[in-house]
Structures are given as C-alpha cells and as structure tokens.
C-alpha cells in the first residue's frame, strides 16, 4: 500500500479497536456494538477516510464466474467517518446514474440503514458490521420521456407512490451472502476473495488501504399494491438489463473499498455531502460518472449480451397511442388488472 503517512492530520488516538478482545481480527465479532442509524452521531466524527476507488464487481449471469465484470463508482463520494479513538459513527456509500434501455436515466444509490465498527490508523485496519438497501429512481430526464411521464400522471391519478424522487424510491433489499434472514453483512480487511480482481481494478500504489464488502442482493421491497409491486419489478428488470444484473435477486455484489489517507471531518459538510453529491450525479451523468463496465480480460459489457432474443420490437407511435388510451381512464382503479401497464414495460426489454 501506499505510503501516506506524512498526509495524516494529527489527533489520532486510537484504543477503541483494543478495547474489547471480541473486535481482534481474524474474526471480529462487533456484536457487542448497538447497530446506529448513519446520521444520528454526525457531531461525534473528527476523522474520515474517503474511499477514492469503489470497485464493484458481479456476475452479469447469476453462477457463471466468467461473466463477471467489474465497475469502478463515482469517485470521492463513499467515505468512512469515525471519532479519535477509532469508533466508526457513519459511512457513506456510493451512487450513481445509469441511463436504461429506452426510459432514460436512472439514480442508483446504496443507502446505508444501520453501521458499527471501528479503524484503526496505526495498523490501517478496519472492521465494520452495516445494512443497506439499493435505491433506485427515475432522474429528472426519464421523467420528460414520454412513456414515464404518462406512467406518473396515471400514478398520481390514483394516488399511488412512483418513483419520481428519492423518497419514493424503489428499495431493493440485501442480506448476508446465503442468509437471507440476516440482513447485517460486513466490512474487513483487504480484497474479497471470492475472484482475483483484475489490474485496473486494483489500486495498491496509491491506496491507504482497502477493505471489502460482500452481499446478496434480495427481493423488491414490496408496497402490497399490486399496481406499485408489478410496475417497480418491471423497472428493475430493466435496469438490471442495463446493469448487467447488478440487482438480481440471489446475485452477489462485491466491492472492494481502496481508501486514500486519513483526513479531518467537518461535521457540516458531512451533513451534506452525500446528499450534494446525489444532486450532482442526478444533475450530470457526464461529470461524475462510473467507469464502464468491464470483464477480467479488459472487454466492455454490452447490453446486447443479455437483450439478444429478449428485445420486443414495438415503434414509438405504438407505444405512445397505447398510452394514451390508457391515459383516457378517470382512473387506474377502472382497469381490470395490471396488464396494460405491464406491456408498455415488457415492450421496451
């Protein structure tokens, strides 16, 4: 790892990660730790390690290792906030934008619910239990395509969530890997070993040091409509023909978490930042964008290898007309089922 010493701020005290022998690797057990919600103790942090290089990697065909790819997230957003003696107290998770097949652009974000753990400098450990959830919504120019915004006014029209906004996201849940009934998994030292990251997935001259994340992503949180649950599964699945799958259910998403040195923390600004950072990727796919996705040998992703055979072929002037009839209705309760919104959504796969 790079040697970053003379960067770090003074102030370290360290103590917290001794402070019990349950938290000593090779096996910290944190669960002594009460699980904190990410923004209630922003005024206890004083240092923070930024994760310059988020490297996500997973399988673009659930169970076949050699489709896996990997991706590079936005930089500077994901951070590690925790006090002088080492006690973790917030971490920050990336987002990013994605534009879908036909819809537009969507936001990504891993929303963090609940985090524990501890750093410690003098070692450049860590060891850290979290939850989180993938949110994603439509960006402000998905919203002016015309298939989603005749899709949100029928919404509105019977009152139900869409989502057009962070607070209405689609919430995908996630667990540890191969427990479904745990949703707490864990961050620990060094590189996952489930695969050998490729080069340009890796960072170990310039890196303070790295840590690692691995979780199984679950199913769609429902809304128990069956309007809302069928209409947010079929923007999933299309995003995940996007994404290459990133969020199937039963896949596994790993990132590799390559952290620059130690700085101090501005309490306000923490407040802000990831939520200024949202803004900006939501504002600007160009400015703060993911690298592309790749496989181990250096190839990019395309959607095409998962849309060929799948894509229906259906013109615009269809699509939209059928919209229209459906735009007709007083109101949503006065379809018979869910299908005609369901073909519009089959239609752009």
Known sequence: MSNQNSNVPPGWLGGFAESKPAFAYPDPDLSSLPMLCNMDNIERIKRQQRVYWPEFSWQTIKDNPESRCFQRF???????GYDDSGRIWSIICPQQGLCAHEIGCLNVEVTVTGQRGWVNETTKELAADMTVEGKIWFSPSAIQNGIVKQAWELFEEASLPFPSDKANAIQVSTHKVGNPDQPIFTIRNGESELFQAPWFARH??????????????????????????????????????????????????????WFTAPKLVNTVMWKTHAERWRHSIEADHGRHQSSKKRYADGSEFEILDLLEGKKKMISNKKKMKKMEEMKEKKRMKEMKDIDEIIEIIESLL
């Not at 936005?74 to 590690?80: M, Q």
């Not at 001259?205 to 769609?220: L, M, P, S």
Request: glycine share 8%; charged share 15%; net charge negative.
């Open 204 to 257: 170990p001259k310039r890196a303070w040091t790295v840590g690692h994340i691995e979780v199984e992503i679950g199913e769609v949180v429902t809304h128990n409509h069956p309007i809302v649950d069928a209409f947010n599964q079929k923007i999933i699945d299309i995003f995940n023909f996007g994404s290459g799958n990133m969020l199937l259910a039963g896949n596994v998403l790993t990132w590799n978490l």
């Open 74 to 80: 936005a930089h500077n957003i994901s951070s590690i």
